[in-house]
């Protein structure tokens, strides 16, 4: 295959696109992707990196948080967070980390000491499926469906008046 810019050394590097559901190959020689920033030396563009990142690269383009200062990139390389407010600051960025390192975004361990076992009507609603999932696999159906009417009445208030 030969170079589709020059179209007289053979092509090594091959690139393919798809744009709006169309494929296109783009299949260049060393020396026409060296011309296009392209070379193996550096094999993705810095425009292509901040795109596979997920964030921009530029110095001006970074997202501290108002509270303690620390940006992303700070917190990537410390592993530690500067204060409660990053979770909101990051907030894009940090909910695809936590999913892949506990599995989930939503919070289902132990609740700190003072705050009560309901913290909030979605917590509420949450410890009555479970006990109700419990309740039937123990075979109680006198106290399964008491639950059942629970969870009814704390999802119609959890939705508000239509």
């Known amino acids: 295959m030969i170079c589709r810019v020059c179209e007289t050394r053979p092509a090594t ?9 169309k494929k296109a190959v783009l299949d260049l020689c060393e020396e ?23 964030r921009a690269t530029e110095p001006g383009n970074v997202t ?13 390389a410390k592993g530690r967070l500067g ?6 600051v990051f907030a894009k960025d940090l909910g695809p980390l936590l999913e892949k390192i506990h599995g989930s ?4 361990g132990r609740v700190p000491r003072g705050a009560g076992p ?5 917590d509420r609603l949450l410890r009555l499926r479970r006990d ?16 059942r009417d629970e969870i009814r009445v704390a999802e119609e208030a ?3 008046p239509v």
């Open 132 to 147: 109700l999932a419990r309740a039937v696999k123990d075979e109680q159906y006198e106290e399964a469906a008491r639950l």
């Open 32 to 54: 026409c992707a060296n011309q296009q920033g392209l070379s193996h030396g550096n094999p993705v563009p810095a425009l292509l990196q901040s795109l596979v990142e997920g």
């Open 13 to 21: 590097i091959h690139i393919t696109e798809i744009k709006e559901g």
């Open 118 to 122: 309901d913290t909030s009507r979605e």
């Open 64 to 76: 501290r948080c108002p509270e303690c200062g620390i940006s992303f990139e700070e917190f990537r």
């Open 83 to 88: 204060c409660p407010k990053d979770y909101e």
């Open 105 to 108: 975004r939503q919070h289902v």
């Open 158 to 160: 959890l939705r508000g």
